[in-house]
């Protein structure tokens, strides 16, 4: 079956990390792009960020921008969020989104893990 | 960034009828890069249009895009009980990727 499972989730006081998975299965994960996008409760999708198959080329949203790092390991067909200084405001749903390029649309979805900041 | 607003912010219909979903962007979407996606509560979205027209594979034909530009339109024909939901445009025409409010389908 073709899916992406995200995990790692859960809660943190603010100012600490924590470290997101998504494990892809069933189609050729080192030829498709990954996306980590985020919605807050109530509110709608916000992309944090994008990194190519071959991790070359890496994008972040300014809002995370020097304090997430996205990564990939396409061994293990696994992309990772590290998270560090989180806020109160980075309180969300996170998904791992499987996308061709950058500028491209999201055709995979995983289920979601939800991160909540607070002390 | 290119925003997105997306209208009516509540669509209040029955099954049966037609809905029909605006998404406007703030600056050209010149190549049309826009896509729809559909999100029942407690799950993710689900990618049911991109290059503002073409269905995504297993969606139903009853959901159609149009649009071009900045005004875009996200069409279902006939509302099924399992189309209501929030219904979300994403541009990707231009950095960074962005996402309209959501249109509740109810």
């Known amino acids: 079956e073709v899916q992406l499972v995200d995990s790692g989730g859960g809660l943190v006081q603010p100012g600490n990390s924590l470290r997101l998975s998504c494990a892809a299965s069933?189609?050729?994960?080192?030829?498709?792009?990954m996306n980590w996008v985020r919605q807050a409760p109530g509110k709608g999708l916000e992309w944090v960020s994008y990194i190519s198959s071959s991790s070359s080329t890496i994008y972040y949203a300014d809002s995370v921008q020097g304090r997430f790092i996205i990564s990939r390991d396409n061994a293990k067909n696994l992309v990772y969020l590290q998270m560090n200084s989180l806020r109160a405001e980075d309180t969300a749903v996170y998904y791992c989104?499987?996308?061709?390029?950058?500028?491209?649309?999201?055709?995979?979805w995983g289920p979601g893990t939800q991160v909540t900041v607070s002390s | 960034e290119v925003v997105l607003t997306q209208s009516p912010g509540t669509l209040s219909l029955s099954p049966g009828e037609r809905a029909t979903l605006s998404c406007r962007a703030s600056q050209s979407l010149s190549r049309g890069y826009l896509a729809w996606y559909q999100q029942k509560p407690g799950q993710a979205p689900r990618l049911l249009i991109y290059g503002a027209s073409r269905g995504a594979t297993g969606i139903s034909d009853r959901f159609s895009g149009s649009g071009s530009g900045t005004d875009f339109t996200l069409t279902i024909s006939r509302l099924e009980p399992e189309d209501f939901a929030v219904y979300y445009c994403?541009?990707?025409?231009?950095?960074?990727?962005?996402f309209g409010g959501g249109t509740k389908v109810e």
């Open positions: 989104a499987r996308a061709l390029g950058y500028l491209d649309w999201l055709d995979l």
């Open positions: 069933g189609f050729s994960f080192s030829g498709y792009s």
């Open positions: 994403q541009q990707y025409d231009h950095s960074p990727l962005t």
